[in-house]
Structures are given as C-alpha cells and as structure tokens.
C-alpha cells in the first residue's frame, strides 16, 4: 500500500505494540486514546490514511494530527492531546463579582417594578450598564453567560428558600420538654406491650394526649357527577372542574399516644367553647382518678377565661405541656391530621357541611378500628421530626 507523500513509515518495537495492541481493546481508557492507538497501529501495518479513515469512521485531519504528533515525538505523544495555553478570558473576575453583586439584589433595588430577578431581566439589565460599569465585554451578554456566572457562585436569584425566624426564646427548653414527654409515653406504652386486653385503666396515673385543631376544612359540592373508570378508555375518575363551596368546617382532635385512639368532634368554628366541649368529652372517657396530660399549642382557645375557668372545676385533672412557638411539628396529632388529608379527606366531595362532618366521623371511626401508635423516633437529635 503507498504512503502519502511527506510522511515516513511509523516502526513499532514489540513493547510499544503490545501497548497499542491492550490500549486498542481496552474498555476503560479514555475513548480518544483507544481511537488513536488504533490508527497507529494500521498506519504502522501500512494502511494509507484514506483507509484508516473509512475503516475507523475518522476523519482525515484527526488521523494526520495523530500520526504527525506519533512521527515527531514519539507513539507516547501521539495518543496524548497536544498542550496548548488557554485563551485569556473575556469576561474578568471583576465583571463576574459584579454581575453576582447585582444578581444579590432585588429588581426593585434597581428601580424596576419586579420582585424577583429572571434570567432575561437579570441579562438585559447588565446589557443596558456593562459600559457603564467599566465591564464592556459583558454588553454582548447572552442568558446562558448569566447562567454560568451564576452557577458558578451557586446563585439562584429566581427562587425563594423560606426559613421560619426563631421566636421563641425558650424555644430548646419547650421542645425537649415535649420529647421527654413522649419518650415518657413510649416507656409506658413498652410496659403495656405484654398485655392483649390493656384498657384505658391500665394505663397508670397519667395518660398523655396530642390536642390540636384542622380549620378550614372545605365542603365542596360537584355540579356534575363523577364519572366512574372505563377499562381501556377512561383510567380515572372524571370530574367537572366546577365545584360549588358550602363553606368550612373545624375538626379539634385529641390522639391517644398509648392506643392511638382518636378523640374528635367537627364544629362549625374552634372557639374556647368548642374547645371545652373536648375537654370535657376527655374528662368523661378516661378514669377519673388519672391525670390526662395534654400536648398543645398556645392557641388563644387553649389558654382562655373561659378555659381555665372549666380546667378550675376540675383540679389536678388535666396537666399542659405547651409545644414552642412555630413548633406545631413537635406535636403528633399533625401526623394524625396529615393522615386524615392522604386519606378519607382526599378529593372528597358533599352535598352539605352536614354530609361533610357525617363523612369525618366516619372516617375517624373507621381509624379507631385499626389504630396506629405514634411514636417519636428520635430523642437524641431533636430536631428530627416524626
């Protein structure tokens, strides 16, 4: 086969064969390098350059790179990419702390009407004072360019992270009174493991409940009716996206942690008078000689005239251990409540609020024949939430 003109034949001695021979079939190495160790091994066979080519699938200009580099420097340094100085950039350091400066800004800082940056505002508006600035390369920027000046500094001006301010001062002192408090009731309820038929009077001197409210829960009414599935047409329930609302209903809950047992009542408001009433509904449940020890928060109902005039009636019966300020995760009844939204609460639809508290009733009652326990998994930590 003949050789084009200019370049001289490739000699391999048996050590550097035996190495393009392993690189040529090897999985792991770069794929650029296994490329080039099969072109010099052809052109050192003497394969012409259009051979290789059409039998690699290369092009003409990559083959003479690498046989030219292999030639005048050795095999070594035909399978390695030549070094070259990278092109000095355009866009200086300065420009970029710039645009990350303006990107930790807010639009309306700047005099615009917007709250949040995009990418499009954030670019047009360094477009419009990169000359300005004294950053003119940054007058041609594109929102990709944005993008990765921003990426780069870890950015995202375009969305919010919410965090909750810490309000209460005793905030560790409060939660760590709450998590004794259910580590106290999984010690109890571990003892209580053993026996089948442990009733409410089995429970020891103090029983310990989970209060809080879920207001606002909505009586929606369809103006048409659902359409149930069709096999092989319709996989899910039709439903008009109309609905019509009967307004809102309240449901106050107390969880048993021993049993798990949910204690509920569904009023038209949650007012200090509702919140008696469940008080009250607790009182009558339980034995009257054990304390109902209550976790809640510091709702205006629960801390009343007109709640601590009842709890006055009956001395030494209920105990409150008050979860901290923006801290409603401590408490296990919203696991209860979010159970209740994941479940017979789910898309639900009535006729009436009457439907709606007969429909919660029942799905409550249909809970207190399986119930589930709650515990608390980590005492250690905290800040772990159930």
Not at 154 to 179: C, G, Q, S, T
């Amino acid at each position: 086969m003949g050789r084009k003109t200019g370049r001289a034949a490739l000699v391999l001695t048996e050590e550097q064969k035996g190495i393009l021979e392993r690189l040529s079939g090897s999985r792991t190495a770069p794929q650029r390098e296994v490329e080039r160790a099969r072109v010099l091994l052809r052109y050192a066979q003497g394969m012409t350059i259009s051979a290789i080519a059409r039998e690699l699938g290369l092009t003409r200009r990559t083959l003479y790179k690498c046989v030219d580099k292999a030639l005048a420097a050795g095999v070594a340094a035909g399978l390695k990419d030549r070094y070259h100085r990278p092109k000095e950039p355009e866009i200086t350091e300065e420009a970029k702390s710039w645009v990350v400066s303006l990107a930790c800004t807010k639009p309306r800082d700047q005099g615009l009407a917007a709250e949040l940056w995009t990418l499009s505002a954030l670019a047009a508006f360094v477009r419009g004072r990169a000359q300005n600035a004294g950053f003119p390369r940054l007058g041609r920027a594109t929102k990709t360019t944005i993008w990765r000046i921003l990426a780069a500094a870890n950015i995202k001006p375009h969305r919010i992270r919410y965090y909750l301010e810490k309000k209460d001062p005793d905030f560790d002192r409060k939660m760590a009174e709450v998590l004794m408090v259910y580590q106290e009731v999984n010690l109890q309820n571990d003892q209580r493991t053993g026996s089948s038929d442990a009733g409410p009077e089995d429970l020891g001197r103090v029983i310990t409940v989970s209060i809080d409210e879920k207001p606002g829960v909505q009586a929606l009414a369809n103006t048409a009716p659902d359409l149930g599935p069709v096999p092989h047409r319709h996989p899910g329930v039709g439903r008009d996206y109309e609905y019509v609302r009967h307004g809102t209903l309240s449901i106050l809950a107390a969880l048993d942690l021993h049993t798990g047992e949910i204690i509920a009542h569904v009023e038209e408001r949650h007012r200090s008078r509702e919140f008696v009433a469940l008080l009250q509904h607790l009182d009558a449940h339980y034995p009257p000689e054990a304390v109902i020890r209550v976790v809640l928060d510091n709702h205006s109902a629960h801390i009343s005239r007109e709640t601590f005039a009842y709890l006055a009636t009956r001395p030494g019966r209920f105990e409150y251990v008050h979860t901290p300020k923006h801290g409603s995760w401590l408490n296990l009844v919203e696991t209860a409540f979010s159970r209740m939204a994941r479940t017979f609460l789910r898309h639900i639809r009535v006729s009436s609020k009457a439907e709606l508290k007969e429909r919660i009733l029942k799905g409550i009652a249909e809970w207190n024949e399986q119930p589930v326990v709650f515990r608390w998994s980590n005492f250690d930590l905290g800040l772990t939430r159930p």
